[in-house]
């Protein structure tokens, strides 16, 4: 098993509508929250991700990391996500498998995903995608 869990980090993440890669979705409850920080090889999503746009808003996010590792051989994604649907699912799977990509590819792939204590759902998802992936996963309860 790859994930490791902590209990002292937080993430921090901003409102603001998805625009990367081309893609501007406004920002609603049911999609997740998003901060892109290509300088600092950082992206951040937070929220819940069950709206009816979650294709559309997965494509840029997928589009956006595939993009940065064209520049950069570094990323950090910052999951906090409250519920997941299973679109939702699928485009995790996406994300996950552009990482692993590009992790054989000699980059590096850093992902922290935090949950909620209440939600266990949440933590056996994080557990599951790193060990299918065989990718290290830090899990952090918040």
């Not at 409250?82 to 699912?89: D, G, K, R």
Request: hydrophobic share 35%; proline share 2%.
């Amino acid at each position: 098993m790859n994930a490791t869990l902590s209990n002292n980090q937080k993430a921090s993440y901003q409102n603001q509508n998805l625009r990367i890669t081309g893609h501007s979705i406004p920002y609603l409850n049911d999609l997740p929250k998003v901060k892109y920080e290509s300088e600092k090889n950082v992206l951040f999503l937070k929220g819940n991700s069950t709206g009816d746009l979650i294709n559309e808003f997965y494509e840029g996010v997928i589009e956006s990391i595939q993009n940065h590792f064209k520049d950069s051989d570094k990323l950090s994604l910052y999951l906090y996500i409250n519920e997941l649907n299973t679109p939702s699912l699928k485009c995790f799977f996406y994300i996950f498998k552009v990482l692993k990509k590009e992790e054989s590819k000699g980059k590096k792939a850093k992902v922290t995903w935090f949950f909620d204590l209440n939600n266990q759902s949440m933590m056996d998802s994080a557990f599951d995608f790193s060990d299918l992936f065989n990718l290290q996963v830090t899990i952090v309860a918040v």
